[in-house]
Structures are given as C-alpha cells and as structure tokens.
C-alpha cells in the first residue's frame, strides 16, 4: 500500500529558468540543515527524496503545475529493480518468464513495461536503486539470490541464454539498414523459416527496400526478423502496433508456434491480441512516469478481467478509482432515425487500385465503424468524404461541416495544448467532463506539442476533432500509439460525444474490441489490398462482425464477469460451437 509521500518534477513542463524558482524559495527552508530542493547542473530542480516530507507547498507555489505530491509504495522498497535518477522513474519487481508460454504485459505508458522488457532481455542492467553507482551483475545475482532471477541473470551474464528482441521503435529500422527485405532477414535471422516468412506474406515484399515499407509491413518485418533467430527467449514489444486486424491474428499465431519450443514475453495494449496470444498476464500499475509495480502472474482471462475491474484481488490492490463496465450490444434492428446526409456511391482511382463504394444514408447519433486490411482504401474513403481528396466523378459533395482526424499526424505549429485547444470551448463543464478528463488531458495543457509522445499527440488530435462543431466527425484509427487505459475510455467518450451532440460519426480501426463497442453498423472493405477495394454497407453490426469474423476464421464472445469482447482460442469448445451453428459473433 501507499505509504511515503513525495514530490516529483515533471521537466517537460518545468520552466526553472523563468520563475525565479519558486519550489525552492517556499520550500520549508531547512530540515536537518539541509535543503530540501537542490538544483543541477542542467539548472532543474531536485527534490532529495529522504528530505522531503510532502506537505505539498511546492505544488501549490510552481506557476507551471510542473510539481505534484505522490504516494510512494513503501513496502515495495526492497523490490525496487531500477531507478533511473532523482527524482526519476523506478520500476517494482519484474514479469515471470516462462519457457514453453507466452507472457503478456499491458499497463498505462510511461508505466515501466519497456523498462521491464530491457531489463529481462539483457539490454540494461538493473541498477536496484542505487542510481548513483554503475550496476552490474554480480550485485543483480546477490539480491536475487534463491530466486529463479538469480539463475536467469547469471545466464545473461555469462552469455549462456540466447534472446531475440522486437523494439518498440521500428521506425529506426530504415535509419540503420539501407537494403532490401531479403537482405535483411538473411543478415540478421538464423536459417530462414518459411512457415513464418509466408504466414506473414513477408515473401510478397521481398525485393522492396526496407525504407520504402510502410509502418505496416516494417512491423512484420521486425516481427520476422526477431522470430526467425534462433533463441531461448522472445521479447516483442508492441508487434500490433501499425497492423491491421488480418495481421495482428497472423502475428499471434506465428508467436504461439514459436512460444511450443521457446519463452515469449509480450508488451501489447491491444486486448483482444494479447487474450488471445498470451497465456499468462502481468498488470504494471503505479503513478506515469514516477514508478511502475510489476504484479504478479495472472492468467490472462483473469489478468486482462482485473485490469478492466481496476483490483488486483491476488495482492489486495486498487490501481484505478472505478469498475469499468461494458454493455452487451444493441443487436435489434436500428430504430427509425432521422437522416443527417447520404454517401452517394463514387469510385476513386490510383495507379494500379480503385475503391468503389456503395452510398447509403447516415442517421443522427448514428455512429459507423470500418473494418479491413491495410491498402484496401479505408483512409480513401476518409479523405474523399472530407474533401481532401476529389472521387473520379465529382459526385461527393456532401455539403455539411465534416471534423476528420487523419491517420498520420504532424505538428503544424509549436503551442502548446492549452493554445491548439484555446480555439473550443475545451474547459467548458460538459466538454470537461465528456472529453477532457477522460482523456486525462488536464497534465499535458502546458506541454508543446512537440514534446509529445505519440498517444498524447493523439489524444489532443481526438480532442481537437470531436470539439469542433460538424455534423459529421471521421477519425482514422485514434486508438494508434494509446495505451489500454485510453483506448477503453476513447470507446465510452466517442459514443456519448456524438450521440449527445445528435450528429454522426465513421470510425476506422484496427483494434476489434474498439469497433465493436462504439459501433452502431460496420462497413466492411472487401478485396485485394494495394489492387482494389470495395466498401460494403454500412450493414447492420451483427451480420456485419459475422462476416467479417468468418473470413478470419475466429469467434468472438463476451467475457461472462465482466461483459468485455474476447476472442475464442482457436479450437475451444466455445470455438467449434459457434462455428458449428454459424454464429461467430456473440452466439
């Protein structure tokens, strides 16, 4: 539990060189005869955390909201694996490694899960706290003398364990390798596996120069490369990022293949990839960006169960404030609304693809999610309808005030999120309650925007979009780069934003369990990727996720605890069941 309190400074936000350092100057000024806020020679503030008795007077005095007063997990102490400096992030314990079983890991970002996965692979050492002193691990294999860690590290010390890593960055991958595809799985993996290579369609992308893959197929790439060396553990982070659906499954079920001969350790915030992959569940929970707790291994029905209750019951813990509670759908048929506007059909064409679309007509509160592969024209259609792009014909002019959230976001102007907001009425009560707090927006008001890590980004992207007055708000993929905690509060905040407003909405994802919750009906894209495209519907959201489930050849159900969407492990009972009677989707 939560015993000592102390002060943690956010640099991103402090601005020490124009507030004449006013933590300092109102900080009781001596205990024991030593000052409490010291400053560094980069010139920020440190706060001696064995000083600091957390009366919480900086907090109040810094003009920035650079500084808030955290609870500490005291009995946590001697578990403490790795800091990273004063006043810095320390991580708690560390995830169980299992030969034979594939580990997930999911927690907020900025929680320590990439600090965990560098750790275990070998690519940091643990410095246990004594950020002070150059770790090493003769130390490491003291601490955790009895312990199956102890062996573990003395094997990575000694080189006798053999890892392969996935990095989180793949965008650096051009950076450092200039060649083609076929290049690169033949420097880096070891004796090609061709029942990866093709269950990935890496084959397809062969003679393509690696800095001309999209983010996509650079992610299977890296998946491949990592899966294809020969090695006694697996440490993946983020596989699904860029993915889409198809490929997120195909990665899940090359991972499981690899985990029958191997230990795999999976850092994801997609849940409905990581039920399905994973077999055990570590939850990190604690304060962002000021210390991750590592829980214990959980199975990961109840794992990913506990982290949506937000208790994890094993250890006597609440790592959120509130139970989140899904709804079983609405599969009736929709109520007769009226009719805000109406797609026409129009076709669009690019060298070598064409996407054709059927038109319908779109209702008040009516809320349409798109499901497909990549390169199969679902950002097109997006485009098309908001008039960033022109169809063959001309035929869409939709004549209405459309807010769109492209795919790929850049920072136009450097302000920071309270001025790119300024032009709403962001901290109106409702617009505050509805969007802001739940996207936990409040700590960022003061970040540039240029300071932000790519789910902030996003989020302020969201919240831009949804705070606009449009008839019809388009998002292309919003769950990118958001952790789960966002990505299950995004699904409540889009349905009641729009619906309240009486408007309408199109969501493209690839996250399943996103889709399924927000969505009134579902267009489905059909067709053969970067060749042609068509946009099916929007049908009803039951025959739509049937038939869009059928063609993957899964099963989807709700959890009974907790009424979250989960995938059927291939070969379930539930699995042949529901294949057997034809209904994929919430038998």
Same mark, same amino acid.
């Given at each position: ?82 800091? =990273? ?102 420097? =880096? ?90 077999? =055990?569940?570590?939850?990190? =929970? ?69 996407? /054709? ?22 950002? /097109? ?34 302000? /920071?999120?309270?001025?790119? @907001? ?126 869009? @489930? ?38």
């Amino acid at each position: 539990m939560p015993g000592l309190k102390v002060a943690v400074i956010d640099r991103d936000v402090c601005r020490f060189d124009k507030c004449n350092h006013e933590c300092q100057r109102f900080c009781p000024p001596q205990i024991s005869g030593k000052k409490v806020v010291v400053f560094g020679e980069d010139g920020y503030p440190v706060i001696d955390e064995v000083l600091c008795i957390g009366c919480g007077i900086c907090e109040k005095k810094c003009p920035y909201e650079a500084i808030r007063i955290v609870n500490l997990p005291t009995e946590y102490g001697k578990e403490r694996v790795h800091q =990273y400096g004063p006043n810095a992030f320390r991580l708690y314990r560390l995830p169980v490694l299992r030969k034979g079983n594939i580990v997930g890991v999911v927690g907020m970002n900025g929680i320590g899960k990439s600090t965990a996965l560098k750790i275990l692979s070998g690519s940091l050492i643990p410095n246990l706290g004594r950020f002070d002193v150059e770790p090493n691990y003769e130390d490491v294999i003291k601490h955790f003398k009895g312990t199956t860690y102890a062996d573990y590290f003395r094997s990575l010390r000694d080189k006798e364990v053999r890892v392969s890593i996935k990095p989180q960055a793949i965008y650096e991958i051009p950076k450092a390798f200039g060649g083609t595809v076929r290049e690169l799985i033949e420097k =880096y993996s070891e004796g090609e596996n061709p029942e990866i290579i093709r269950e990935l369609e890496i084959n397809k992308i062969y003679d393509r120069l690696v800095s001309e893959l999209s983010g996509g197929e650079l992610q299977k790439v890296a998946v491949a490369v990592a899966l294809t060396r020969r090695a006694d553990y697996y440490f993946l982070d983020e596989p699904s990022s860029y993915l889409d659906v198809y490929n997120r499954h195909a990665v899940a079920r090359v991972v499981r293949r690899v985990a029958e001969r191997a230990g795999v350790l999976l850092v994801e915030h997609d849940l409905t990839f990581l039920d399905y992959a994973s077999d =055990y569940i570590h939850i990190l =929970y604690g304060e962002p960006a000021v210390y991750g707790i590592v829980s214990r291994p959980l199975s990961a029905s109840e794992g990913i169960n506990e982290l949506i209750k937000g208790e994890i019951r094993q250890e006597n813990v609440r790592i959120r404030s509130y139970n989140i509670k899904f709804r079983m759908p609405d599969l009736s048929p929709a109520e007769e609304g009226r009719v805000l506007f109406s797609i026409p059909s129009f076709r669009k064409s690019y060298p070598g693809f064409t996407l /054709t679309v059927e038109g319908k007509d779109v209702k008040e509160g009516h809320i349409i999610g798109g499901l497909g592969p990549n390169g199969i024209g679902k950002t /097109t259609f997006l485009k098309v309808l908001a008039g960033v792009e022109r169809d063959d014909e001309n035929r869409v002019s939709l004549n209405l005030k459309i807010s769109y959230k492209p795919q790929y976001l850049e920072v136009v102007e450097d302000v /920071t999120v309270e001025q790119a @907001l300024s032009r709403f009425d962001w901290n109106s009560q409702e617009n505050l309650s509805l969007l802001i707090t739940p996207l936990r927006l409040e700590k960022l008001m003061q970040k540039s925007l240029s300071q932000l890590s790519g789910g902030e980004l996003q989020k302020v992207a969201i919240a831009t979009c949804l705070l606009q007055d449009a008839t019809l708000y388009a998002l292309d993929e919003p769950s990118a780069f958001l952790d789960v905690e966002d990505r299950i509060a995004l699904s409540r905040i889009i349905p009641a934003y729009i619906k309240r407003k009486g408007r309408a909405g199109i969501v493209i994802d690839h996250d399943l369990m996103l889709v399924d919750l927000i969505s009134d009906s579902i267009i489905i894209f059909m067709g053969t990727p970067n060749v042609s495209g068509t946009a099916v519907g929007p049908l009803g959201k039951r025959e739509a996720m049937n038939e869009f @489930l059928k063609n993957m050849g899964l099963t989807y159900r709700r959890d009974e605890e907790t009424g979250r969407p989960r995938v059927n492990k291939p070969g379930s009972k539930l699995d042949r069941e529901q294949k057997e009677k034809g209904e994929y989707y919430y038998a």
